[in-house]
């Protein structure tokens, strides 16, 4: 399975960016899927989680500002992230589980800065 992302950059405070990103390859049906960040000098983190129901996980720290949404069909799966502080700045890591193992995509960076 191969996690294809797109859709960080460079964004001012108080700004907005859409992450995308599509499992291809995979052969049994993906169940979570979801977003961590990994910032300088600091451990890797769940920022938010969805399963194939909808059901959604945030951590606290994104609350009210990100919203995750995936497309079953396409194995797709959406983080809109708005209200965006210079703490959010990190590397936004994909990651999807099926029955058996999960996968990783390769990281998009996420700065926001004046």
């Known amino acids: 399975v191969r996690l294809v992302e797109s859709g960080g950059g460079l964004v001012q405070p108080g700004g907005s960016l859409r992450l995308s990103c599509a499992a291809i390859g995979n052969i049994f049906p993906i169940n979570t899927m979801g977003w961590y960040r990994q910032a300088p000098g600091k451990q890797r983190e769940l920022v938010a989680s969805?399963?194939?129901?909808?059901?959604?996980n945030y951590v606290d720290s994104v609350k009210g500002r990100f919203t995750i949404s995936r497309d079953n069909a396409r194995n797709t799966v959406y983080l809109e992230m708005s209200s965006l502080k210079p703490e959010d700045t990190a590397v936004y890591y994909c990651n999807a589980q099926d029955w058996r193992t999960q996968y990783w995509g390769q990281g998009t960076q996420v700065t926001v800065s004046s």
């Open positions: 969805i399963t194939s129901g909808s059901s959604t």
